[in-house]
């Protein structure tokens, strides 16, 4: 492992969907950190392996919200990079399998959305579902795993942030928000965020422009809620952030929030234990 990246080696079957000069399925930054938090990106990165080709799509929808969350990759990356804490990214566009889908859920592999049709994913045989699951989803979801054991096993269970991006208009509706809060059986983090988002000016959505109660959240569900981490989802509009200047001023005051999380938990909990 070296000193601040870690990423997944190609083992012999997922040759068959990345070439041996292709990054590895997800990337872990500061993978040896002990702050008690871990940032996770699903929909980092815009990347297609170069075996599936274009899928069928033109540059535009390869770019586009569907293919990527933009600015969110980024924005992680600033926010690891100036916290110093762990993060783990999804190395590949979530049109070739969405990591924050249950993966019976037909999202997973999205055949429509927004407009676009995504040819690579009509009647998608399903060997070529299993393959891009073993190869994509459960390496990424594994990494993501052992970043919650390794964190719970040196303190508190890790604070567990999700990071997302969203477009200004979906299907046809323009969504007033500029950032989301997103969160289910948890209040800890919510709270936090909503806090900071509002003092700093922004019009900010309790669970808008998605719930974090529905079903799609697969993530923060599987990682996070099953054991109890603090946990939330964060939604940032896309016009934010799809430029350096943006992404910077996002990252300062999300960097601010995130570093006042452990000592408020912390508050949090002897009041509840007094
Ligand atoms: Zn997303």
């Given at each position: 492992?070296s000193?601040?990246?870690?990423?997944?080696k190609?083992s012999s079957n997922?040759?068959r969907l990345?070439?041996a000069?292709e990054?590895g399925?997800?990337k872990t930054l500061?993978?040896?950190?002990?702050q008690?938090?871990l940032?996770?990106?699903?929909h980092?990165?815009?990347r297609?392996?170069?075996?599936?080709?274009?899928?069928?799509?033109d540059?535009f929808?390869r770019?586009?919200?569907?293919?990527v969350?933009?600015?969110?990759?980024?924005?992680?990356?600033?926010?690891?990079?100036?916290?110093?804490v762990t993060?783990?990214?999804?190395?590949y566009?979530r049109?070739?399998?969405?990591?924050?889908?249950?993966l019976?859920d037909?999202?997973?592999?999205?055949e429509?959305?927004?407009g676009v049709?995504?040819?690579?994913n009509?009647n998608l045989?399903?060997?070529?579902?299993d393959l891009?699951?073993e190869v994509?989803?459960?390496p990424?979801h594994?990494?993501?795993?052992q970043?919650?054991?390794?964190?719970?096993?040196i303190?508190p269970?890790?604070?567990?942030?999700?990071?997302?991006?969203f477009?200004p208009?979906?299907?046809g509706?323009?969504?007033?928000?500029?950032?989301g809060?997103?969160w289910?059986?948890?209040?800890r983090?919510?709270?936090i965020f909503?806090?900071?988002f509002?003092a700093?000016?922004?019009?900010?959505g309790?669970n808008?422009?998605?719930?974090?109660k529905?079903?799609?959240d697969f993530t923060?569900?599987?990682?996070a809620e099953?054991?109890?981490?603090?946990h939330v989802g964060?939604?940032?509009?896309q016009d934010?952030?799809?430029?350096?200047?943006?992404?910077a001023?996002?990252?300062a005051l999300?960097?601010?929030?995130?570093?006042s999380?452990?000592?408020?938990?912390?508050v949090n909990?002897q009041?509840?234990t007094a």
């Amino acid at each position: 492992m070296s000193g601040g990246l870690s990423t997944d080696k190609h083992s012999s079957n997922s040759r068959r969907l990345l070439s041996a000069d292709e990054p590895g399925p997800f990337k872990t930054l500061n993978p040896l950190d002990e702050q008690p938090i871990l940032l996770v990106c699903d929909h980092a990165s815009r990347r297609f392996p170069k075996s599936l080709g274009d899928m069928g799509l033109d540059p535009f929808a390869r770019r586009c919200h569907l293919a990527v969350d933009i600015g969110a990759g980024a924005l992680t990356e600033s926010l690891a990079a100036s916290l110093g804490v762990t993060a783990v990214l999804a190395q590949y566009s979530r049109l070739v399998m969405d990591c924050n889908r249950e993966l019976l859920d037909p999202g997973a592999f999205l055949e429509f959305g927004d407009g676009v049709v995504v040819p690579g994913n009509r009647n998608l045989h399903q060997s070529d579902k299993d393959l891009r699951a073993e190869v994509l989803y459960w390496p990424y979801h594994k990494a993501i795993d052992q970043q919650v054991q390794r964190l719970r096993n040196i303190g508190p269970g890790p604070a567990f942030i999700a990071i997302h991006s969203f477009t200004p208009v979906m299907n046809g509706e323009s969504r007033p928000w500029q950032m989301g809060v997103l969160w289910d059986t948890d209040t800890r983090l919510k709270e936090i965020f909503l806090e900071g988002f509002s003092a700093a000016g922004y019009h900010v959505g309790d669970n808008e422009p998605y719930s974090g109660k529905a079903p799609q959240d697969f993530t923060i569900d599987h990682h996070a809620e099953a054991i109890g981490l603090p946990h939330v989802g964060i939604e940032i509009r896309q016009d934010l952030i799809d430029d350096a200047a943006g992404v910077a001023e996002v990252a300062a005051l999300m960097h601010q929030i995130i570093a006042s999380i452990p000592k408020r938990i912390e508050v949090n909990q002897q009041r509840d234990t007094a």
